[in-house]
């Protein structure tokens, strides 16, 4: 695997005006599918969502391009038409076209998050840790039946508000309770409705469950050449353990994962203290490849770390949950070796219900603290390095690296502007080390996906954030009821509870 490339670092820069927007008409309205090939920006105006149009420049930045070939710029300006970047540079001779003043604000790429569970996020106010009664395992196994396409739908949209008012443009919506086509539907339309990109990530109805095929190829076929914003992989249920442990087979994991390499569907799978031996298994029946992307880097062998690594295998690090909920049973998180292999790294938020946030800064400082603490290994890391497998990493292990992850001339403008002069972030002197170190959700300004503007001066420009929150809530807080109805009027062992996919 090559090693990422580095970039520029540069000096500060601070506050986007609220007058740097030239005029845009709002209005009201969720966003339809649009036709194969057709441009998100055309798309959002023809809607009636404010937009920029679809030639604008953001001027006086601090560049942070991601990108070793174009550089970083104390004071640059970035360049986009029809939702791509045409051009980065310190000072482009361009007149005449609208401009955002991104005076005193980071300019780079949004975050991309490989690996949520969005269908979950209403549960936040249910879930009590890792309580053998109330965790996160035992809440979702309840809730996982009882959930409706409605309800899948208003969790969504609650997690991807989140998501993108901390600087999220790209999710692999990770979605391991796909009930129906109906389910999956719901939750790819609140992406299109929110404007993030997203890969919808076709999984079981519920834990222990086999793929509805069929399900998959309706929902391929509806989305992978339908909007611009979406593409469709699988997620796939582990062999059991006892098949692993014994070397044994599983013919239907084996068909699941064949049958999406067919397809051409790239395949998420977990891993964790339930799958060892998992590695080996793939191996032996060529399911390994840069297709698949294996989230948490616990438990490997180095023999393991070799063969994945081997194969181009992509992986996923969710050091925010991993930290407090599967250290102790999974190990530490495996970066250091990773990294040392040249393995294609990412970060993802996990389960924002269980996390309690979906801050990517938060999760980006998390990376940091857990290979920090490591006394077995060179604990350098510089924050550059993190801010890069937050952005290009997970663009390389969605494999879509040659359209985001960079302000590289050419590829998507999926950007954000983060302020400077926020109390919790300023001074920024070196905007890696901020970013990593201070930063926060809080701090994001604006949010262009696609080369749509949705969201300015830290709010969604589209949807009312306050009805998202409230038909979470609302759902949430009727699934509550049911869950402990089904706690008080059933006994379920420990082990049922916590049963794990």
């Not at 609140?190 to 990109?197: E, F, K, T, Y």
């Not at 391929?220 to 098949?243: C, E, F, Y």
């Not at 194969?311 to 990773?338: C, D, H, W």
């Not at 996906?449 to 949430?476: C, F, N, T, W």
Request: aromatic share 6%.
């Amino acid at each position: 695997m090559s090693k990422p490339g580095s970039t520029d670092s540069g000096a500060p820069a601070s506050k986007i005006g609220r007058r740097g927007f030239l005029k845009a008409t709002l209005a009201m309205g969720a966003a339809a599918a649009a036709p194969a090939g057709s441009s998100a920006q055309t798309q959002g105006a023809a809607a009636g969502n404010p937009a920029l149009g679809n030639e604008f420049v953001i001027r006086a930045g601090h560049i942070l391009s991601m990108d070793g070939d174009v550089g970083d710029f104390a004071s640059g300006e970035v360049h986009v038409k029809d939702g791509r970047i045409v051009a980065v540079g310190e000072k482009l001779s361009i007149a005449g076209i609208e401009a955002v003043d991104a005076t005193d604000m980071i300019v780079m790429p949004g975050f991309i998050d490989t690996h949520s569970h969005l269908w979950n996020a209403f549960l936040r106010g249910s879930i009590r840790g890792d309580d053998p009664v109330r965790g996160y395992f035992p809440t979702t196994n309840r809730a996982a039946p009882l959930c409706t396409p409605d309800d899948a739908s208003a969790s969504a949209r609650f997690g991807l508000l989140e998501a993108l008012l901390s600087g999220t443009t790209c999710i692999n919506n990770f979605s391991h309770n796909t009930r129906s086509v109906e389910h999956a539907n719901a939750e790819i339309r609140a992406s299109i409705d929110l404007g993030v990109r997203t890969r919808y990530s076709y999984g079981t109805p519920g834990r222990g469950e086999r793929l509805d095929t069929t399900g998959v190829e309706a929902v391929r076929k509806q989305w992978a050449t339908g909007h611009p914003l979406i593409t469709v992989g699988v997620n796939l249920q582990t062999p059991a353990p006892d098949i692993l442990k014994s070397g044994g087979d599983d013919d239907k994991f084996v068909a699941e994962a064949r049958f999406a390499k067919e397809l051409g569907l790239p395949v998420s799978l977990h891993y964790g203290n339930t799958a060892h031996g998992l590695v080996a298994f793939m191996d032996k029946h060529d399911l390994l490849g840069p297709h698949i992307l294996f989230i948490h880097t616990q438990g490997l062998t180095e023999a393991e770390r070799n063969t994945l690594v081997a194969k181009n295998v992509q992986f996923s690090m969710s050091p925010a949950i991993e930290i407090p909920y599967s250290t102790v049973r999974n190990g530490y998180i495996q970066f250091a070796e990773l990294e040392q292999l040249g393995a294609s790294l990412s970060l993802s938020v996990d389960a924002s219900s269980a996390m309690a946030t979906a801050d990517f800064f938060t999760v980006m400082r998390a990376l940091q603290w857990s290979h920090k603490q490591r006394a077995d290994v060179d604990r350098a890391l510089e924050p550059k390095r993190i801010l890069e497998i937050a952005t290009l990493g997970g663009a390389r292990a969605l494999g879509l690296d040659r359209e985001i992850g960079s302000l590289t001339p050419g590829k998507k403008a999926d950007i954000i502007l983060v302020r400077k002069t926020d109390l919790n972030i300023a001074p920024v002197i070196d905007p890696y080390f901020s970013l990593v170190f201070s930063g926060g959700a809080r701090n994001v300004d604006t949010v262009i996906v696609d080369g749509v503007l949705v969201v300015k001066s830290g709010q969604h420009v589209r949807v009312d954030g306050s009805d998202v929150v409230a038909k979470a809530e609302q759902a949430g807080r009727a699934m509550h009821e049911k869950l402990e109805h089904i706690i008080a009027n059933t006994k379920e062992s420990v082990e049922q509870l916590n049963k794990k996919g």
